[in-house]
Nanobody, 129 residues
Framework: QNQVMESGGGLVQPGESLTLSCTAS????????MGWFRQAPGKEREGIGC????????EHAGSRRDRFAISRDSAKKTLYLQITGVQPEDTAMYYC??????????????????????WGQGTQVTVSS
């Protein structure tokens, strides 16, 4: 079955760092650009960033370049999102998604999740002391 699945969420304290993982199965991971998204309670889903299929290029939506790092491991077919200095406003359901393209969508599409074919079920991150 072609799917992606997130893991690594949970309850974290403000200021801590957190790494989320997304594993692809049944998909040719090396031919997919991969993105991270999140949806906070009562808000629309928003794009965080994307990494190209070869891992050489990352795109960040909005002003999240400083605290959000995206990487991938081809051998493990796994995508990562490292969040440093988590804040209460980072509380959200975090999703990964795969696009059948070597390159990330443009920033407008990334911000809206357009162009991604496979979506995970999400992993909840709650930031609270």
């Amino acid at each position: 079955q072609n799917q992606v699945m997130e893991s690594g969420g949970g309850l974290v304290q403000p200021g801590e760092s957190l790494t989320l993982s997304c594993t692809a199965s049944g998909l040719n991971f090396d031919e997919l650009s991969m993105g991270w998204f999140r949806q906070a309670p009562g808000k629309e889903r928003e794009g965080i960033g994307c990494i190209s299929a070869n891992g050489y290029r990352t795109e960040h939506a909005g002003s999240r370049r400083d605290r959000f790092a995206i990487s991938r491991d081809s051998a493990k077919k796994t995508l990562y999102l490292q969040i440093t200095g988590v804040q209460p406003e980072d509380t959200a359901m975090y999703y990964c998604a795969a696009a059948s393209s070597n390159y990330c969508p443009d920033l407008w599409s990334l911000g809206r999740g357009r162009g991604f074919n496979y979506w995970g079920q999400g992993t909840q991150v709650t930031v609270s002391s």
